[in-house]
């Protein structure tokens, strides 16, 4: 088992986008009241007298879109600051990163991974869904300016979704070519969406690096991360193309990640529940902190079997909420 000391943080639970894959149309979804997130300074708190000495020295930013959250700039100053934060990242749709790149930067944010589902803004505008002038303008602006800031490696990460987006696999690749970039080709999953799921199925990994061989040739990659990416390179490209294969190569015992909800629930895994504890109740109610700190390491010893009972179990996506609400 790898060593647990990654934690994806989600800041909100609430986006704005609705992407297919995501938040499905017809979906009801039950948002976290802002008073019910966990405020900054509780965060510093747990962070500081719960995961660090736990072992936690890597973070990621998520959502919902992480750059709604008024203070996210201020969060990212505070994680980025305490000693012990080896690597901070952030994953963002970027409609709002071209205005907060810069600060991002300033405030210690060095790596970031940007949703980019399609290079033709009508196909971007159906995924992503709303009406009016397509999305993907704001969001091509928002990688050139990450891209300008410095921010590397700079990920953009692509849900290959049957008969929507899957005839672009090799324009997203080519950005590799002459582009410092990272793309990343991910199995589309159920969860949350199980009828688009049905009508549309998924594409195998391999069926995505065959086509790409076919073209140029594929050769083994290295980028840096946390994830559980399977890197490879285009011969001669500045960038790496990576797979997550979470449907055709189950990863479940190579996980080495837990997640907090914006809401405070720390859960071991992405697709149940097993485990899972509250955090920001006792917070609030001024409980031992040194007790809360032995619960979670009580659940970082359960994280193994639950990961094993997930890859033997061949469960491939069960979950009562969206990955919005999750935190991805």
């Known amino acids: 088992m790898p060593t647990i000391d990654y934690l994806r943080i989600s800041l909100i639970d609430r986006c704005n986008f609705q992407c297919q894959y995501c938040m499905p149309e017809g979906v009801d979804l039950q948002y ?3 008073r019910d997130w966990l405020t900054r300074d509780e965060l510093n708190t747990l962070l500081q007298q719960v995961f660090l000495p736990l072992g936690f020295c890597r973070f990621r930013l998520t959502g919902g879109e992480p750059l709604i959250r008024p203070d996210v700039v201020e969060i990212v100053r505070d994680i980025s600051q305490l000693p012990g934060t080896q690597d901070l990242a952030m994953t963002t749709n970027a409609f709002l990163l071209s205005k907060l790149a810069q600060d991002l930067w300033e405030a210690g944010l060095r ?9 033709e803004p009508e ?5 992503v869904g709303g009406r009016g002038r397509s999305r993907w303008y704001d969001v091509w602006q928002g990688i050139q300016a990450a891209h300008r800031v410095g921010f590397s490696p700079l990920k953009l990460n692509v849900v290959v979704i049957p008969g929507v987006n899957d005839h672009e696999i090799l324009d997203l690749a080519a950005l590799t070519l002459d582009r410092q970039w990272h793309v990343r080709f991910i199995e589309f999953m159920p969860i949350g969406n199980d009828s688009l799921f049905k009508h549309r199925g998924w594409v195998d990994s391999e069926q995505i690096r065959d086509r790409i061989r076919q073209r140029w040739g594929l050769q083994a990659g290295t980028v840096t991360g946390n994830g559980p990416a399977d890197v490879f390179q285009i011969p001669g490209a500045m960038g790496t193309v990576g797979f997550i294969s979470q449907m055709s190569e189950c990863f479940c015992d190579r996980c080495n990640r837990m997640r907090l909800s914006a809401d405070g629930w720390l859960r071991p895994c992405l697709l149940n529940e097993t485990g899972q504890l509250d955090l920001k109740t006792p917070l609030r109610q001024g409980g031992d902190l040194v007790q809360l700190r032995r619960q979670v390491g009580d659940l970082l010893a359960a994280k193994p079997d639950i990961n094993f009972k997930m890859r033997d179990s061949g469960v491939t996506g ?5 990955m919005s609400q999750i935190g991805g």
Do not use: E, G, K, P
């Open 32 to 34: 976290v009241q802002q």
């Open 111 to 119: 790596r970031i991974n940007i949703s980019l589902d399609s290079l």
């Open 123 to 127: 196909v971007f505008q159906q995924i």
């Open 318 to 322: 069960a979950y009562s909420r969206t």
